[in-house]
């Protein structure tokens, strides 16, 4: 099975964001980066089907070449091959998923994995997006994946509940936190990660759709107020949300 | 010019994001003095179309088909796309749903447009519309602009207002033709998690930490959101250790949520749980450690033992409001 692995390099969740100069985009100084959480998931994912069909895993991730810190962490979890798409401009979603699907073509891979979203810009929308452009089934936020002779059955989250879908492959599979485990690198895959060439070459040019105008903080909030220390406070509490608050 | 709304429905009952959704571009519409426009999908959905017009929606399109009964991405993409080609809408409305947020990327690539996911607010500036959408987890908000023709949001369930309804529309069915292929993915099966209300949906969240100690303790977590109506959600400790399923997580790697109150009990607030929630309207904490960083984005704590203040709440919870 040729699998095919998109990932994206993030600031990593314990980043207190504060708004850069240009006031569009964060201040990057004293930022730590890490691959995507969800987009572990499908790293994952992808050794696991090859486990199970064999084949090869290519990872691939669009970005500056401070992505290849996350490329190589990849590697060390067992992707075969890794490669940089190179582009450190500010892209929207539709101007990533351009170029990613620019690569996949040459590829044609049985399937391609994303996460569910990129945990900086929250779009949740380049999987899709690849899927389409690509005229390819895609199947967004799942928990469950089983492909046996080329046919997927495949469960997604929803309100309250899971969908299961059905779909064929070639296809475009998202995924959510529940999927898999994911493995940790082992002592071995650092060190045959670290001796891999990360395959380099420049990001198709597309322009983006969507233009930030600002960023800013969310309002600071004032400071709350402590009713009391013990049981006797849950009256007072709960008129408190009733008449103050109005939200009961 | 010319918005349509998607009107998200589930066994033909809309959701209340539907509302949601069409007030929203009824406002954004009258602002741009655009005609407000709704589009229903399923699999017998007539009868509840002219509901739409309560929110705003001058006319409804309903496309009506039996393979559509059930949800699927595919068929769902190519139907709005080939509505909003023909009727030469300049803009096209989603819930940010489970279901929007599937689908309309798919929208957006087939009609060369611009996306802007999740949006939290809209207004409109000389003519333009101008959408924020929060990013790092709503550490921060960004406001966005789309440079294309066609401009696609998704906006966040409960956070924009559906208002009284009032008004009627004009409904009218749609014929796309769809083959086999169209539903290259396709729900064959809908599994509900025994009618439990999501943390995604919930006006009113209940959230349990590590410090109930064992899986069994949040049982008090659900007697007290059961007493308010609401949704259970979980950190990420609780998670991760097995207790609570993970569509209960809240957080930057689990569900950002804006509810009306979010009660956290026993939850640290580290800065990953605090992006998911601090943006709730308000929030009450109770904790053991008055230096718990949850305090900080409490407007109301109570310092104190969740296992003798959740019962007390619960109990003070059903008399004030059975009354
Ligand atoms: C990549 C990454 C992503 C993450 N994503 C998320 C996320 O999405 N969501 C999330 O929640 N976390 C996330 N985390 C984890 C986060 O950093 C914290 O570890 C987690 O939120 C802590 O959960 P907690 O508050 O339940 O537990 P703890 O931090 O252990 O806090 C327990 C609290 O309970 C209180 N307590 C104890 N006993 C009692 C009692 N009897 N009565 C009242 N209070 C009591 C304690 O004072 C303490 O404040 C993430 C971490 C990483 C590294
Ligand atoms: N720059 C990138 N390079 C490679 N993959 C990406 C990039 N940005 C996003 N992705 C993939 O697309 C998914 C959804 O991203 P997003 O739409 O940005 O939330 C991520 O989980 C990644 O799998």
């Not at chain 1, 389409?132 to 495949?154: C, F, H, R, Y």
């Not at chain 1, 940790?184 to 420049?202: C, F, N, T, W």
């Not at chain 2, 023909?86 to 996306?115: C, Q, T, W, Y």
């Amino acid at each position: 099975m040729n699998i095919l692995v998109f990932v994206n390099h993030v600031p990593d969740t314990e980043t207190k964001v504060k708004v850069g100069a240009d006031g569009k985009t964060i201040d990057p100084a004293g930022i730590n980066y890490m691959l995507s959480p969800y987009d572990e998931f499908a790293v994952e994912e992808g050794l696991k089907l090859r486990e199970k069909f064999t084949g090869e895993v290519t990872v691939a991730s669009l970005g500056g070449d401070a992505n290849k810190e996350t490329l190589r962490k990849a590697l060390a979890m067992g992707c075969n091959k890794a490669v940089l798409l190179k582009d450190a401009s500010v892209r929207d979603s539709f101007a990533v998923a351009r170029s990613l699907a620019d690569f996949a073509k040459e590829l044609s891979p049985d399937i391609i994995l994303f996460g569910k979203q990129s945990i900086d810009y929250d779009n949740g929308q380049v999987g899709s997006l690849v899927a389409e452009i690509l005229s390819m089934p895609s199947i967004s936020v799942v928990v469950k994946l089983e492909i046996n002779d080329g046919a997927i059955v495949a469960e997604r989250e929803i309100e309250g509940g899971h969908e299961v879908v059905c779909s064929t492959l070639p296809a475009v599979v998202m995924a959510q936190k529940g999927l898999n485990q994911p493995r940790y690198p082992s002592l071995k895959g650092i060190m045959d990660a670290k001796r891999k060439v990360i395959e380099e070459r420049a990001a198709s040019f597309v322009e983006s759709k969507v233009e930030v105008l600002s960023m800013r903080k969310p309002p600071a909030k004032n400071p709350g107020k402590i009713v009391g220390t013990d049981v006797s406070a849950v009256p007072e509490l709960v008129r408190l949300l009733h008449e103050e608050a109005k939200v009961i | 010019m010319k918005i349509i709304a998607f009107a998200e429905q589930r066994n033909n009952q809309f959701k209340k994001t539907a509302f949601e959704v069409v007030r929203a571009a009824r406002t954004i519409a009258d602002q741009l003095g655009a005609e407000c426009c709704a589009l229903v999908i399923g699999g017998k959905v007539s009868s509840i179309a002219p509901q739409l017009g309560g929110y705003g929606a001058a006319k409804v399109f309903v496309v009506e088909d039996a393979r559509l009964e059930h949800y699927s991405t595919t068929a769902f993409a190519k139907i709005v796309a080939e509505i909003a080609h023909a009727e030469a809408a300049d803009i096209l409305f989603f819930p940010a749903s489970a279901m929007g947020k599937d689908f309309a990327p798919r929208v957006a690539a087939k009609l060369d447009a611009g996306l802007a996911a999740d949006c939290t607010a809209l207004r409109v500036e000389n003519g333009v519309v101008i959408a924020t959408r929060p990013v790092y987890a709503g550490k921060a908000f960004v406001e966005v602009t789309i440079r294309s023709a066609l401009k696609l949001f998704t906006l966040r369930p409960n956070v924009f207002s559906s208002g009284t309804p009032s008004g009627s529309a004009v409904v009218g069915k749609k014929e796309v033709a769809l083959s086999e292929a169209d539903f290259s993915s396709a729900v064959k099966e809908i599994k509900i998690a025994g009618g439990k209300k999501d943390v995604a949906e919930a006006d009113i969240i209940v959230s349990g930490g590590r410090g109930l100690k064992a899986p069994e303790n949040f049982s008090m977590i659900e007697e007290l959101a059961s007493s308010l109506g609401a949704a259970v959600g979980a950190s990420r400790a609780v998670v991760d250790a097995g207790w609570r399923p993970h569509d209960e997580q809240v957080g930057q790697t689990g569900k950002t949520v804006s509810p009306s109150l979010y009660i956290a009990v026993a939850i640290s607030g580290a800065v990953q749980h605090l992006a998911g929630m601090s943006s709730s309207k308000y929030i009450v904490a109770i904790n053991k450690d008055k230096d718990a960083p949850i305090f900080s984005v409490a407007d109301y704590g109570i310092v104190g033992d969740a296992f003798e203040i959740v019962p007390a709440l619960t109990a003070e919870l059903k008399r004030v409001l059975n009354r």
